[in-house]
């Protein structure tokens, strides 16, 4: 065998190397359980105000308490599918990140303006998105299910 099979990166001698996940994957999924522990974070106080304050229109303030609820299990979901390397996490999570772009650049202008809040929702959005298109992140988050459903 020649020092340059023993070398190639596509032919892993160690069984473990082809079950690891690069790098950028686990950057990736900080990044990801970041955003869930501020959107967790965000329904809390949410659920906490509605007990104890009374809010100026209650099915206002269960409305926002549910869709908050809602994008934190979406944003669950797509942490599960990112460790489990899943291809639908992709998608999933770059609406979430234009989303979250969307609300950044709304924090940015307006009547209350919060230059430091936009900044803090647009960059990690950004970084997510690169992440997401990085080769091997790509790589490792391409496994599909076995077979489709069938229908009838």
Do not use: H
């Not at 020649?2 to 069984?15: H, K, L, Y």
């Not at 007990?51 to 908050?68: D, E, N, R, W």
């Amino acid at each position: 065998m020649s020092r340059a099979a023993e070398n190639d990166p596509a032919e892993p001698t160690d069984p473990s190397a082809a079950t690891r996940r690069p790098p950028l994957l686990w950057v990736l999924l900080v990044l990801l359980v970041g955003e869930l522990v501020v959107v967790g974070g965000a329904a809390a106080y949410l659920l906490i105000e509605l007990v104890v304050a009374t809010p100026s229109s209650y099915p206002s303030a269960v409305a926002v308490l549910v869709l908050t609820l809602m994008a934190a299990a979406w944003l669950g979901s797509i942490v599960v599918g990112a460790f489990r390397g899943r291809a639908w996490i992709r998608g999933a999570a770059i609406v979430w990140q234009v989303l979250q772009v969307a609300v950044g650049v709304g924090s940015l202008q307006g009547t209350f303006a919060n230059p430091t809040v936009g900044l803090w929702l647009i960059v990690p959005a950004v970084l997510v998105v690169v992440l997401l298109l990085t080769p091997s992140v790509t790589a490792a988050t391409a496994a599909r299910d076995e077979a489709p459903p069938r229908t009838y």
